[in-house]
Every structure is written in C-alpha cells, then in structure tokens.
C-alpha cells in the first residue's frame, strides 16, 4: 500500500534524470526552428541564440549527471531497501511459520510415537506375556504329574518349550520393528548392505562416505529404503533396483530407483505415508517421482547436524 | 571336552554352564568381552567354544570379530556362534575363513538340548553347524534359478545338507535310507551344477556360497 506512491516518486525522478538528457541536447540543436516569439524553454531560460543555446543545455546535462551519479543510486538503494523491509516476511512472520510447520510434524511425531507404543504394549500383552502365562502353567502341571505319570509330564514340558521359543520369535520380531538389531550392529551402511543382499530384485548399492549419524535419522533411513524395496517387489514389477546414499552439507539423501512400471498410488496403502510421516517428524523431506511407465524414484532428504 | 564361552549375560553363561556341566563337559573358562576371548583361547586350548555376537564394550558384532581374530591366530579353532538373531551377512563373514569348525545358532536353539548339544560336538568334530534360520532366509529369496528344479525332497536334503548334517543324520531325520540320501545329493550337485563332494564342511561351504550368490 504505502510501497506503490514511494516507487512512483523515486521512479518519476529517475525517468526525469535520464530523460533531461536528451531533452537538453535537442533543444540545444533545434532551437532556431522554434516559431518566432514562442522561443523553447530549458527550465526557466529562453533559448534564443547559440551560445544560451549552448550554455544552458550544458548546465541541464551537467546537473542531470551529478543527480545521476550522487543522488540516484542512493534514492535507489533507500528505495530497495524500504520495498523489502515492505514486501519480505518479517523476522516475525519467518518465525511463525516456522514454529507452525514444527508444530505439525511434532504432533506427527507424537503420533506415531504414542500409536508405536500402544502397538507394542498390545503386542508385549497379547503375545509374549500371555504366552508366558501358559507356559508357567504347563510347567506348573509337569511338576504335579512327573511322578505319577512321566510320558503325560514330557508332553507337557515339550509344550512349553515350544511355548518359549513361539515367545522368543515374537520378541525378535517386534525388536526388528523397534530398532533393528543390524542397524545397530553396523550402522547405516551395514544395514542397508545387508538389506539390499536379501532383496528380490537385485540391487545396486551406492553409499559414499556418510560417518556417524543420529540413531533416529538413521532408522527413518533404513526403513524408507525397506519400505521403497518392498514396493518394488510388489507394487512396481522391478527387475532392478538402484540405491545412492550420500551426506551433502548437513543433509543426509538417500535416493531409491526402481526400473518397475511407475505409477505408485500413495494413497493405496503403499507405505509412501509412513515413509513421509517417519521423515517430516525429523524434520525431512520425502519426494515421490513415480510417472505411469516407471521409473519410480523416491528420495529422502534428512537433516543430520 | 574343555569348553570356552564368551557370554556376558550372567543367565545365559550360567545356564551354559550347568547344560554342558550335567553332560560332563568342562567348562575351563567363561569370559565377558571379547579380549578375554582371545587371550583365554589362546591359554586354554580349548575343544571348542561358545561365543555370543554381542559383546562388551559397544555390544555390536565384537563376537563376530572376536571369532574371526582367534581363527587367524589358530585356523582350526572351533568356534560356535550363539546369535539373538540370524543374520546372513554374518554367517557370510563367518565362513568366509572357511567352514570347518563352525557354527552360527540362534540363542532359542539352546533349548533343543539334544540338539544343541550335537550341534556343538559336530563344530568340536570340525563339522559344520548352521541355524535352519539362515539356510531359510538364503533360500526364501524368489529368483528364476535351478533351485527351481528340485523337487520337494531335494530341497529338504538341500536344507539339511546346508546346516551341516551328516548323510546319515539326514537319513534319519527324513526317514530315508542312507543310499537314497546319496542319491538325492548327487542329484542336487548334479541340477545346481556344483563340484560333488562328501566332505562335509566342504560341502556346507559349496552350498551355502551357491544359495548366497544367485
């Protein structure tokens, strides 16, 4: 509102700078063709012979090159300042938005964490406590029969171990979703050597020097790599898959390439939201390329100060 | 036999401990990290030990690479890897020095007493014994190859042939003749187009590398 009046003041005065000028030298050369008592005008000054002609035209040059020179670029550099001290995002305003995008994926955050956790609770609950529960009670059932009938008692202790090893496969399967124990093993390079030797389509793994990462960017990575393989296998008919690890400037990007037949519907289920969702709480960015016909090629962006 | 483990969880050890005490085995030293290992392997002599993946001080795969050090310094070493889970990476990098002497168990395998036990005795034998997980896992992998050509019995002798079990413990566990194992095995080398052998940790290793690299 304020900046449209301002720009049109310093611009008039400009426009006026350059164009004194010409103005100047062509009333310099032509003023002897103006009619008789109506002499043409440089400012004031009534150009009526030669050397008026002369003089004044000079001063009008002269004082258009010193505005030009002195006044001008300063006029011009207030101006540029005040257009964007008006038009820019305050310091403020940055802030704000800021604060507000941080919200969001933090709530996102919270979410995942907090349904994360009512998962393994319900897991912790359902399987491996309950399976403890029977077998505690199978145990409890051999002792009492163990003199008076030992086939009946070696049943029952066949029982629970078969009820304790059920019990560590579900353990491991839901520490393998916790954190996996490869990941901390052997970090993130490791891990995803390890991944891309058990996928089904074949897979090119390019990782170049990452060091250390924070343990929370290093899960999001690995399971975006394990969720875009799996997407491969099953939704993109790949027959190769090609991954580039690599840490720019603070950022860690790891790029995932199928050759599959594109098209990926986020919408369906395809674990692109949990990618998405995993990263934005650690403040990424996921980009999805995936046009009808492949390639598909989704990167994630991480920062990792 | 005189027996090494490397555990740093006090149950576990303990527990390892009584199982191969009540089956008179001597256990001549139990160690914590994996320096101890190498040191005490290298005082004790040994039959054959036990060592667990993680390991003080970062509890990563010190195991692993304690396993490795002590066979550098002594090939013949048997050593039997006890992991909380399957890792093929490692089973690689384990045989990667060769199979004889070796095994890589799940922690849950302890239970099957009697196997486990076997398991240890044939790694004290220089035999071979790897966890079903892991020939699993390698074999789970869908690929157009000549895996695909063998029939539902071969693959089982296939399996079994990979965790490291004699023609004759197949034979049982399959319900099968010992010459009808033999049979099946030569015709697996013979589909997979692998050099036939009946040493058996030779055989593991030419296995286990096929399943790896197709």
């Not at chain 1, 005008?41 to 000079?58: E, F, K, Q, Y």
């Not at chain 1, 002792?143 to 009938?149: I, N, W």
């Amino acid at each position: 509102m304020i900046s449209a009046p301002i720009s049109f003041v310093f611009g008039l005065l400009a426009l006026a700078v350059v164009v004194t000028v010409p103005a100047a030298t062509l009333v310099a050369l032509l003023w002897w063709a103006a009619p008789e008592g109506q002499p043409l005008m440089l400012s004031r000054i009534a150009i009526t012979d030669w050397p008026t002609a002369i003089w004044a035209s000079a001063l009008h040059i002269a004082i258009a090159a010193l505005l030009a020179v002195l006044v001008v670029p300063v006029f011009a550099r207030w101006h540029a300042q005040l257009t964007l001290a008006l038009l820019a995002p305050s310091a403020t305003e940055r802030l704000a938005a800021r604060v507000e995008t941080l919200a969001q994926t933090r709530a996102g955050a919270v979410d995942t964490h907090q349904a994360e956790l009512r998962r393994i609770e319900r897991d912790l609950h359902d399987g491996t406590q309950a399976r403890l529960v029977a077998i505690n009670l199978r145990l409890g059932m051999a002792r009492r029969v163990l003199s008076t009938d030992p086939p009946a008692a070696a049943k029952l202790l066949d029982q629970a171990r078969d009820g304790a090893e059920a019990a560590m496969d579900e353990l491991r399967g839901m520490i393998r979703t916790i954190y996996p124990p490869i990941l901390a093993d052997r970090g993130l390079s490791g891990a995803l050597q390890s991944l891309a030797a058990q996928a089904t389509p074949p897979v090119r793994l390019v990782a170049g020097a990452i060091g250390k990462l924070p343990a929370a960017v290093e899960v999001a990575a690995y399971y975006a790599v394990s969720e875009a393989l799996a997407n491969a296998a099953r939704h993109g008919a790949a027959t190769t898959v090609m991954i580039t690890v690599e840490r720019v400037s603070g950022t860690l990007r790891v790029k995932v390439t199928d050759d599959g037949i594109g098209g990926a519907d986020e919408t369906r289920g395809s674990g692109i939201q949990g990618i998405r969702r995993r990263v934005a709480a650690l403040d990424g960015v996921t980009t999805v390329d995936s046009p009808p016909g492949g390639p598909t090629t989704i990167t994630v962006e991480l920062p990792c100060e | 036999m005189r027996v090494v483990i490397a555990e740093d969880n006090v149950l576990l050890a303990e527990g390892l401990n009584l199982l191969l005490g009540q089956e008179g085995h001597e256990v001549v030293a139990t160690v914590a990290d994996a320096a101890a290992f190498v040191a005490v392997v290298d005082r004790c002599r040994p039959d054959v030990t036990i060592v667990d993946v993680r390991l003080p001080p970062s509890f990563r795969d010190e195991g692993i690479r304690a396993a490795l050090a002590a066979r550098r310094t002594r090939p013949d070493l048997p050593v039997l890897v006890l992991s909380q889970y399957v890792e093929p990476a490692y089973a690689t990098e384990l045989l990667a020095g060769g199979a004889a002497g070796l095994g890589y168990l799940l922690k849950d395998k302890i239970g099957r007493v009697e196997e486990f036990l076997a398991a240890l005795q044939r790694v004290a034998e220089g035999g071979t014994a790897m966890d079903p997980e892991v020939v699993t896992q390698l074999l789970a992998r869908p690929r157009d190859s000549p895996l695909d050509g063998l029939t539902r019995r071969e693959r089982e002798v296939l399996v079994l042939m990979a965790e490291g079990h004699t023609n004759q413990v197949i034979a049982e566990k399959l319900f099968l003749v010992e010459s009808s194992v033999h049979k099946h095995i030569g015709n697996i080398f013979a589909k997979l187009g692998l050099p036939s052998s009946d040493i058996g940790h030779r055989r593991v290793l030419a296995v286990l590398a096929y399943l790896n690299h197709t």
